[in-house]
């Protein structure tokens, strides 16, 4: 049975960080392009990270040179690690597979607000 389950989130005033965490299972994880999404109130959810089996790694450019993504293969688990954040960062996060894209997990809420 394939989950996704991700965690982490909370509240954290602007240029705080934070470290979300999504433990993968029910699949080939390793072989997989990972991606963390965000989709904030009235938005679509948009990818703002991915990293494929080798470790690469692309990001959208609202949070270039703020966030960076990481993968513990053994652990079956993708990282996000999220600095300097601002209050539009706000949003419910998820990880997915790129492609194709999984059932999604339930999220983990990311508020920047002072």
């Known amino acids: 049975q394939v989950q996704l389950v991700e965690s982490g989130g909370g509240l954290v005033q602007p240029g705080g960080s934070l470290r979300l965490s999504c433990a993968a299972s029910?699949?080939?994880?390793?072989?997989?392009?990972m991606g963390w999404y965000r989709q904030a109130p009235g938005n679509q959810r948009e990818l703002v990270a991915q990293i494929n089996s080798d470790g690469f790694a692309h990001f959208a450019n609202s949070v270039k040179g703020r966030f960076a993504i990481s993968r513990d293969n053994g652990k079956s688990t993708v990282y996000l690690l999220m600095d300097s954040l601002k209050p539009e960062d706000t949003a419910v996060y998820y990880c997915n597979r790129v492609y194709p894209q999984l059932t999604w997990g339930q999220g983990t809420q990311v508020i920047v607000s002072s």
């Open positions: 029910g699949f080939i994880f390793s072989a997989d392009t």
